[in-house]
């Protein structure tokens, strides 16, 4: 099971992963066409589970430091930093792929633009630079919503922006 610990956005509350799933689900039930729907809520969770695992392989240093994260599965050794990052990867490469074949170019460009912005702009490079990394991280989540959106509708119409919007604030 430590694969759903290492992708269940629930662990992660001060970390904007939430905000990726969180935007996936918000963006693909507040839209019509019930199968695209499911369907990219379906790659979203797969790609926020992506970035996620990424994340808890990348940051596997700091979170032994930290209260609050020293229990996850690799600060933990319960898993090894390789099966993290492979599983990572695997995610990631699953959930771009089924987006190219099932959605658009459009959404398919935005998910993979979430996961890479989450793991290297995020976690690489902000979180470990500035205080606010937690505020600028936030468009990770702005990139889930729009990619559910443009799953749906290649123009992704004022809901969805209004959406990102509020999601980044």
Known sequence: ????????ARVYEADRIGDINHGWSVAVTTLSHERKSLGAGSMGALAGGAASA?????????????????????PSNTVTPRAVLIFGLTLA????????????????????????????????????????????????????VLAGAAAIDPMPGPAAWVFAVVLFL
Do not use: H
């Open 93 to 144: 490469v699953i959930s771009v792929a089924l987006m190219a074949v099932f959605t658009n170019w459009l959404a398919t460009a935005l998910t993979a633009g979430a996961i890479f912005y989450y793991d290297v702009v995020y976690t690489l490079w902000l979180k470990r630079r500035t205080w606010l990394n937690i505020v600028i991280g936030g468009l990770a989540g702005s990139f889930a």
């Open 1 to 8: 099971f430590n694969e759903v610990f290492l992708t269940d």
């Open 54 to 74: 990424l994340n808890c392989y990348i940051d596997r240093d700091i979170d032994q430091v930290m209260r609050r994260t020293k229990r996850r599965p690799l």
